[in-house]
């Protein structure tokens, strides 16, 4: 019997120390509650408490914690139906307002997330809806993060995972982008035949504008050279008439000569003879030409004499 008595008492005392010493993990709060009252919260470490009359409340993690939003359907502004999901990061800051200001606080934070799920993309269209995922995240964050503040829970990140349009809607919108892609490629199409007709055109243009000025600077040369050539016949014909005046009839010979075998020349080019018979005095050209040749003769030795009578350089 006393054995059994001493058994008893050390089983209990076994019981009042594991009840005394509570040692908190790290990550983790652990809220103290006296008779049934929160009085304090035990932070990660040893700690002793007053069996009976002190008791271990809720015991809070600390860490970030991962909540899945599962998949709902929610109507957008233009009344197009698409199932959503997501996934939310939140972290307890508080574990004594955590623990007893709201119940179930996974429960509560979720079905808060999903209300502000409808609520946000039932204010966007369907392009809007899927095009900017960013802007949703930070609306949804913004409210759920401010609803959640007195819970002493801080909602880091919302994450919109899928939104996905009914399979009919996905069909349209595919045709609709094939058709903006034939719609952009047409345009495309048009503006490079547009431009390579404009191209096309300037080099018409170009072409036209530098044959004119070709055509231009060969009529100023031909015109030029025709001037020179009447240049050189008028001073030609003054040389000869300042011989003949000076009583030298070689150089009459040489002028009559020189045309007279012209003329022969241009009517045996012509292409509308056929044959050309002339009464040609033999003589009269062979004096001629020995006239050209005292005349060539006369005029080197006056370009000799003037040579002479130039003095030497000092």
Known sequence: ??????????????????????IVPQGYEWTVETFGKYTRTLEPGLHLLIPVYQTVGRK???????????????ITKDNAVVRVDGVVFYQVLDAAKAAYEVAQLEQAALALVMTNIRTVLGSLDLDESLSKRDEINARLLKVVDEATHPWGV?????????????????????????????????????????????????????????????????????????ERT??????????????????????????????????????????????????????????????????AKESLGQQQAAVKAVPPPR
Do not use: C, H, W
């Not at 914690?65 to 709902?72: A, G, I, K, M, N």
């Open 60 to 74: 809070m993690n600390l860490m970030e914690q991962v909540l899945d939003v599962p998949s709902q359907d929610v």
């Open 230 to 295: 009447a240049e050189a016949e008028a001073k030609a014909t003054t040389m000869v008439s300042d011989a003949i005046a000076g009583g030298n009839v070689n150089a009459l010979n040489y002028f009559v000569a020189n045309n007279y075998i012209e003329a022969l020349k241009a009517m045996a080019a012509s292409p509308n003879q056929k044959m050309l018979l002339l009464p040609i005095e033999a003589t009269g050209v062979i004096g001629a030409m020995a006239g050209i040749a005292e005349l």
């Open 154 to 226: 801080k909602v880091n990140r919302i994450e919109i995972k899928d939104i996905a349009p009914p399979r009919d809607l996905v069909d349209a919108m595919a045709r609709q982008m094939k058709a903006e892609r034939e719609k952009r490629a047409n345009i495309l199409d048009a503006e490079g035949l547009r431009q390579a007709a404009i191209l096309k055109a300037e080099g018409a243009k170009q072409s036209v504008i530098l044959a004119a000025e070709g055509e231009k600077e060969a009529a100023f040369r031909a015109a030029e050279a025709r």
């Open 1 to 22: 019997m006393g054995s059994i008595l001493a058994l008893v008492i050390v089983v209990l005392v076994v019981v009042t120390l594991l009840k005394m010493v509570r």
